[in-house]
């Protein structure tokens, strides 16, 4: 339910700052129309020009200038056609205009920027340039160009890396950020919650593709607690460092420096530099890098940018990590709250709750089935308004307010949601909430029949076994929560054999940029494609193609009566 749910947010000018200004040169970002949205204090004194100067104005007509100061078109700036392209891109000689109308000559680098809300931007950053005129100035640009690039990486693996909070996506997008240009082998090693070492990566560069090699993965022994060697200290945190063959021609002294030795006879490296993976709390791993087609030995000025990459990578997994457990809790927390479906003789029942991937896992969607004292079954799908362990756990109150309402009496859908309702506001801390509750009972002719009332919520979904579907828009109500005690309305209708009953969240038919309508619409369509469909595969295939891109939760429970040819109806007891 979209009312009072809350919305991801995107990054506001605030949030970017602390980012920028970590990056030690001048920095900006701009949205996908070329504004910009932040800047960093280096890029304030570089440009002569405060935030509030820059913030909102068009960088391209702001500051990008030609040799002679003139006004550039789009077609023939650099920058602008790597900003158009959304691609990381670097250049050098070319000029930003200063607030007293000075040319600044800047390197520049550009890359992707995720801003949140599905937004996308680019971060922009530049350093000055030297004119190289003379021997010494010329040593200067070209060391401080080497600087600038160093920079250039950091950034590019700092977005890259805090940009995703899978850890399989960190791996491999670290892999990609030292291959090739830093070296032609990348090992991840990483430390698992037992304690225990694990080789998740061994990557080859072979020209500019990616070979994983398998084989060299996999569990490690254990880290030795004296050990002096390379990979043992960085994996104990102590420090990083450059090894090469010659470190391991002694005999071994543990296990783990004898899985190097192997490491090293297998891939050829002559050089590595081999750094710590740290978060803010604990050692996660090692990072090596290792040269064998590449001539060139590891520096020491090498393994300072490695000991940084690593560090980034250490935030992003450690991030990634924490989010991964906190879904795990979610995951846990909802399937506990999320009952298991009655048997019921003829009828076969199917549920499937689908978590938005920007919550945890856990939110106020709901679904229930349960049998009630005469015979009947009760049906209920529901939406607390929230998407948080608070609207779970307000879910879960009204889910066992409703099965006690509707077992103490025998009483009709109708009423059963209006005691649930006086009763939602003193007893719960929902503040809102959706409902349809239905009963299916058997006829003494042996159909079935449903009777429900809906509180707000939208409208179940009736597909018979020929194909023909329409809404039961019969029996709707306010929903729960205004405070207004109206008369709520029953609806009743015969179930046709062989029918297919859907009962749904509103997050399985919103869809940014689309009527409810265009929802409903296309629900009824792709359900009736699939109503000759096993209940299963119906249900799966059903959510496949209508469900939209992970925007919000879905629970969704799906009843088929019997058909004809199958079933036979039998007198009820007592006739």
Same mark, same amino acid.
């Given at each position: 339910?979209?009312?009072?749910?809350?919305?991801?947010?995107?990054?506001?000018?605030?949030?970017?700052? @602390?980012?920028?200004?970590?990056?030690?040169?001048?920095?900006?970002?701009?949205? *996908?129309?070329?504004?910009?949205?932040?800047?960093?204090?280096?890029?304030?004194?570089?440009?002569?020009?405060?935030?509030?100067?820059?913030?909102?104005?068009?960088?391209?007509? &702001?500051?990008?200038?030609?040799?002679?100061?003139?006004?550039?078109?789009?077609?023939?700036?650099?920058?602008?056609?790597?900003?158009?392209?959304?691609?990381?891109?670097?250049?050098?000689?070319?000029?930003?205009?200063?607030? *007293?109308?000075?040319?600044?000559?800047?390197?520049?680098?550009?890359? !992707?920027?995720?801003?949140?809300?599905?937004?996308?931007?680019?971060?922009?950053? #530049?350093?000055?340039?030297?004119?190289?005129?003379?021997?010494?100035?010329?040593?200067?640009?070209?060391?401080?160009?080497?600087?600038?690039?160093?920079?250039?990486?950091?950034?590019?693996?700092?977005?890259?890396?805090?940009?995703?909070?899978?850890?399989?996506?960190? &791996?491999?997008?670290?892999?990609?950020?030292?291959?090739?240009?830093?070296?032609?082998?990348?090992?991840?090693?990483?430390?698992?919650?037992?304690?225990?070492?694990?080789?998740?990566?061994?990557?080859? $560069?072979?020209?500019?593709?990616?070979?994983?090699?398998?084989?060299?993965?996999?569990?490690?022994?254990?880290?030795?607690?004296?050990?002096?060697?390379?990979?043992?200290?960085?994996?104990?945190?102590?420090?990083?460092? &450059?090894?090469?063959?010659?470190?391991?021609?002694?005999?071994?002294?543990?296990?783990?420096?004898?899985?190097?030795?192997?490491? #090293?006879?297998?891939?050829?490296?002559?050089?590595?530099?081999?750094?710590?993976?740290?978060?803010?709390?604990?050692?996660?791993?090692?990072?090596?890098?290792?040269?064998?087609?590449?001539?060139?030995?590891?520096?020491?000025?090498?393994?300072?940018?490695?000991?940084?990459?690593?560090?980034?990578?250490?935030?992003?997994?450690?991030?990634?990590?924490?989010?991964?457990?906190?879904?795990?809790?979610?995951?846990?927390?909802?399937?506990?709250?999320?009952?298991?479906?009655?048997?019921?003789?003829?009828?076969?029942?199917?549920?499937?709750?689908?978590?938005?991937?920007?919550?945890?896992?856990?939110?106020?969607?709901?679904?229930?089935? #349960?049998?009630?004292?005469?015979?009947?079954?009760?049906?209920?799908?529901?939406?607390?308004?929230?998407? *948080?362990?608070?609207?779970?756990?307000?879910?879960?109150?009204?889910?066992?307010?409703?099965?006690?309402? $509707?077992?103490?009496?025998?009483?009709?859908?109708?009423?059963?949601?209006?005691?649930?309702?006086?009763?939602?506001?003193?007893?719960?801390?929902?503040?809102?909430?959706?409902?349809?509750?239905?009963?299916?009972?058997?006829?003494?002719?042996?159909?079935?029949?449903?009777?429900?009332?809906?509180?707000?919520?939208?409208?179940?979904?009736?597909?018979?076994?020929?194909?023909?579907?329409?809404?039961?828009?019969?029996?709707?109500?306010?929903?729960?929560?205004?405070?207004?005690?109206?008369?709520? !309305?029953?609806?009743?209708?015969?179930?046709?054999?062989?029918?297919?009953?859907?009962?749904?969240?509103?997050?399985?038919?919103?869809?940014?940029?689309?009527?409810?309508?265009?929802?409903?619409?296309?629900?009824?369509?792709?359900?009736?494609?699939?109503?000759?469909?096993?209940?299963?595969?119906?249900?799966?295939?059903?959510?496949?193609?209508?469900? @939209?891109?992970?925007?919000?939760?879905?629970?969704?429970?799906?009843?088929?009566?019997?058909?004809?040819?199958?079933?036979?109806?039998?007198?009820?007891?007592?006739?």
């Amino acid at each position: 339910m979209r009312t009072g749910r809350e919305q991801s947010a995107a990054v506001s000018s605030a949030d970017l700052i @602390p980012a920028l200004e970590a990056i030690g040169a001048g920095a900006y970002v701009v949205d *996908d129309e070329g504004r910009i949205i932040a800047a960093n204090r280096r890029a304030e004194d570089m440009l002569g020009r405060s935030a509030n100067d820059l913030v909102g104005q068009d960088a391209h007509t &702001l500051l990008h200038r030609g040799a002679q100061g003139q006004q550039l078109p789009t077609t023939q700036c650099g920058m602008w056609q790597a900003l158009r392209s959304g691609s990381t891109a670097q250049d050098g000689n070319e000029y930003f205009e200063q607030a *007293d109308g000075s040319l600044l000559p800047v390197s520049w680098t550009v890359t !992707p920027y995720e801003l949140g809300d599905r937004r996308s931007g680019t971060l922009v950053i #530049f350093h000055p340039e030297q004119t190289p005129d003379t021997g010494p100035r010329l040593e200067q640009a070209v060391a401080t160009l080497t600087d600038f690039q160093r920079l250039a990486l950091l950034a590019e693996t700092t977005t890259q890396l805090t940009s995703t909070f899978d850890t399989e996506e960190v &791996l491999r997008r670290l892999v990609g950020l030292v291959l090739p240009g830093l070296a032609d082998w990348a090992v991840i090693d990483l430390i698992t919650e037992r304690d225990e070492v694990w080789r998740t990566a061994v990557v080859q $560069a072979d020209g500019t593709t990616l070979v994983h090699h398998g084989d060299l993965e996999g569990p490690m022994p254990p880290i030795p607690e004296a050990s002096r060697m390379p990979l043992a200290q960085a994996l104990r945190g102590v420090t990083s460092a &450059l090894a090469d063959p010659a470190t391991y021609r002694r005999a071994p002294d543990s296990g783990l420096t004898a899985e190097q030795h192997r490491l #090293f006879d297998t891939t050829g490296i002559h050089s590595a530099a081999i750094a710590p993976i740290r978060s803010t709390r604990d050692v996660l791993g090692a990072l090596t890098l290792g040269r064998a087609g590449q001539p060139a030995a590891f520096t020491r000025a090498d393994l300072s940018l490695l000991e940084d990459i690593a560090r980034r990578a250490g935030l992003a997994l450690d991030n990634a990590r924490l989010y991964q457990r906190q879904r795990k809790v979610a995951e846990t927390m909802q399937n506990h709250l999320l009952p298991q479906m009655p048997s019921v003789p003829g009828l076969q029942m199917t549920v499937r709750y689908l978590p938005s991937p920007d919550a945890s896992q856990v939110g106020g969607d709901w679904y229930d089935a #349960f049998t009630l004292p005469d015979g009947a079954t009760a049906l209920a799908v529901g939406d607390v308004v929230g998407h *948080d362990l608070e609207a779970a756990a307000g879910m879960a109150q009204l889910r066992n307010m409703l099965r006690a309402y $509707a077992w103490f009496r025998e009483e009709p859908p109708s009423r059963v949601v209006s005691r649930l309702d006086e009763a939602m506001m003193p007893i719960t801390d929902v503040t809102m909430a959706t409902l349809v509750f239905a009963r299916v009972t058997r006829t003494s002719d042996g159909q079935w029949l449903l009777s429900w009332t809906n509180a707000g919520h939208p409208p179940p979904l009736l597909i018979t076994h020929d194909g023909l579907a329409h809404y039961l828009t019969d029996g709707h109500g306010l929903l729960l929560g205004t405070g207004v005690h109206a008369p709520r !309305p029953d609806a009743t209708v015969l179930l046709p054999p062989g029918c297919t009953l859907l009962l749904y969240t509103d997050g399985l038919v919103e869809r940014p940029g689309h009527t409810l309508d265009d929802g409903l619409n296309r629900l009824r369509q792709h359900a009736a494609a699939l109503a000759h469909r096993s209940l299963p595969s119906f249900t799966d295939q059903l959510l496949h193609r209508v469900q @939209p891109p992970g925007l919000d939760d879905v629970a969704l429970l799906v009843l088929r009566t019997p058909t004809r040819e199958r079933h036979q109806p039998t007198p009820l007891s007592g006739e």
